[in-house]
């Protein structure tokens, strides 16, 4: 049984710095990409950042481009995402995701799992 469980959410203040965490467990991830996705108060969910498991690329959102990283510890089998220069406009749920079989980076939509999400809020 596939389990994504995320961690490190938080109360930062604009300008700060979290790193969420996603445990990954119930299955190989060799072949898969990992994504961050994130969902605000009445907004759709969006994309966020992915990271193939075997080659290591990665992908972001322009929204988020040079302020957050996506990485992933092979021997942890955990994916992470550090976030720095946070804004107020970051708020929101966190989710990590998985989208099995697949070894490209670029991929906003389709997940095949879902972690439960944490939360991340941006004060001003």
């Known amino acids: 049984q596939v389990q994504l469980v995320e961690s490190g959410g938080g109360l930062v203040q604009a300008g700060g710095s979290l790193r969420l965490s996603c445990a990954a467990s119930g299955r190989t991830f060799s072949s898969s990409t990992m994504g961050w996705l994130r969902q605000a108060p009445g907004k759709e969910r969006e994309f966020v950042a992915a990271?193939?498991?075997?080659?290591?690329?990665?992908y972001y959102a322009d929204s988020v481009k040079g302020r957050f990283t996506i990485s992933r510890d092979n021997a942890k089998n955990t994916v992470y995402l550090q976030m720095n220069s946070l804004k107020p406009e970051d708020t929101a749920v966190y989710y990590c995701a998985a989208k099995l079989y697949t070894q490209k980076v670029v991929v906003e939509y389709g997940y095949d799992y879902w972690g439960q999400g944490t939360q991340v809020t941006v004060s001003s």
């Open positions: 990271i193939n498991w075997r080659s290591g690329n990665t």
